[in-house]
């Protein structure tokens, strides 16, 4: 079973920032929080990951909360290219190395 | 690098064929997923290898399906025999062995069993 908690779907206005949230409240110490994205027929992208500190690069942030129970993904600008499907998982090292998607939220970017 | 790559890009045969999916995961990584996606069960693991060797195959359903790695740069997915109910998506991934590594995922292969 995944470990993480998403909405069902989101959408957002074209432009504006897309705050998707995810709930990771057993989460472990040496585990570390990824997000992907799925755009139709396509397979899975990797967008960002983080441990405990807030992360940036070309595509999103993360933010991840103090106690690491919970995160969001931010798109600060999204287009309409934007929308899709994103995982958010829990990935660490030993057993709980194997990485298990749930059911994501899917994203409808609107103009 | 290409990244994942992944043949053919779509399989169409009939109930009883063997099915062979094909998977060159990116030069360097040691992990080697491979996934299955429905609309009914969403994105399913199958089984993983590390360094070549099958580590779980759990999520493989039934005897039918076997995966082998004879390399760190090929694997291959068999179905034999298929049956409609293994109409799916199929992924491949890579990744390097930690859990600070991304995984890397091909473009999958669309099976379709009549």
């Not at chain 1, 934007?82 to 958010?88: E, G, K, L, N, R």
């Not at chain 2, 694997?75 to 991934?93: G, H, N, W």
């Amino acid at each position: 079973d995944a470990k993480t908690t998403q909405p069902t779907s989101m959408d957002c206005a074209e432009g504006r920032a897309a705050n998707l949230p995810c709930n990771h409240s057993t989460i472990s110490g040496n585990e570390y929080v990824y997000w992907y994205r799925q755009i139709h027929s396509q397979g899975p992208q990797y967008i960002i990951h983080g441990l405990k500190n807030n992360e940036t690069n070309e595509m999103a942030s993360l933010i991840i909360t103090e106690d690491r129970k919970s995160s969001t993904l931010i798109l600060p600008h999204a287009t309409l290219r934007d929308t899709a499907v994103y995982y958010c998982i829990v990935r660490g090292s030993g057993g709980s190395y194997i990485p298990t998607f749930g059911r994501g939220t899917s994203l409808i970017v609107h103009p | 690098d290409a990244g994942v790559i992944q043949s053919p890009r779509h399989e169409v045969t009939e109930m009883g064929q063997e099915v062979t999916l094909r998977c060159k995961p990116i030069s360097g990584h040691d992990y080697l997923f491979w996934y299955r996606q429905t609309m009914m069960r969403g994105l399913e693991l199958l089984i993983y290898f590390n360094n070549n060797v099958p580590i779980d195959d759990s999520g493989m359903p039934e005897d039918r399906f076997s995966a082998k790695m004879p390399n760190a740069s090929f694997s291959t997915l068999k179905i034999q025999p298929s049956e409609p109910r293994d109409s799916a998506v199929y992924f491949c991934a890579s990744s390097l062995g930690s859990g600070n590594s991304p995984l890397h995922f091909g473009n999958g292969t669309r099976l379709t069993v009549t």
